[in-house]
């Protein structure tokens, strides 16, 4: 018989809640190069965030990235197309367009960022809101994105001097925003634990960086 430790289980609300607390976790020691992976946390968790408010009741219709072969794949068998023709109009065959549909690629965190500010693009639910986003916020995700997650993640080799003072105002802007989208947006469906779980973390990343 399997036991708790044996497996554990993940969606994409318990993927945001993981990355939440991640970002508490290595805010909590005192030691400057954690902001590496705080950043590359909170980059998840915003992207988690975008995904959660975006994907509806069938994401393969919502957050698949359709400019990609492996999207367009997806729409075709979304709209019941034999899987056998699939292959054949893409000239692959039956194993790969399998493999395309059980994992497509998501559209990207910028077009997500996008389409949660689109009433025509968020799910069809009484009361859903609009993310509306400060100038500083928008920065804030971009230098978030593009000037440390993106330079982390596919670092290049050179010497880099990164001060951390920076990092706290970037912080706080993107927690906003992640805020919004699990509580505010009325697009997102959780359990009260989970609930709870993501308020304890954004409260915890909160009271770090002031502490």
């Not at 508490?24 to 946390?41: Q, S």
């Not at 493999?99 to 500010?117: C, F, Q, T």
């Not at 697009?187 to 915890?204: D, F, G, P, T």
Request: hydrophobic fraction near 40%.
């Amino acid at each position: 018989m399997s036991t708790q430790e044996d497996y554990f289980e993940i969606d994409e609300v318990e993927n945001l809640i993981d990355n939440l607390e991640m970002v508490a976790h290595f805010l909590e020691a005192p030691i400057p190069y954690n902001w590496k992976w705080a950043a590359i946390a909170l980059h998840q968790a915003l992207y988690g965030a975008l995904i959660s408010t975006l994907q509806g009741s069938d994401p393969r219709q919502t957050v698949v990235d359709r400019h990609k072969d492996s999207g367009k794949a997806v729409m075709l068998h979304v709209n019941r197309i034999p899987i056998g023709v699939i292959a054949s109009s893409f000239g692959k065959d039956e194993d790969t367009i399998r493999d395309w549909i059980s994992n497509p690629y998501l559209i990207s965190l910028d077009e997500a960022l996008r389409r949660v500010k689109r009433s025509d693009c968020l799910p069809s639910l009484v009361n859903a809101q609009l993310l509306v986003t400060s100038p500083e916020e928008d920065d804030a995700i971009h230098r978030l994105t593009k000037e440390f997650r993106n330079e982390f993640e596919h670092f290049a080799p050179k010497g880099w001097i990164v001060f951390t003072s920076i990092l706290p105002p970037i912080v706080k802007s993107v927690l906003r925003v992640i805020h919004f989208l699990e509580f505010e947006s009325n697009c997102v469906m959780m359990s009260l634990e989970q609930e709870q779980r993501i308020k304890n973390a954004l409260v915890k990343v909160e009271h770090l960086l002031n502490p």
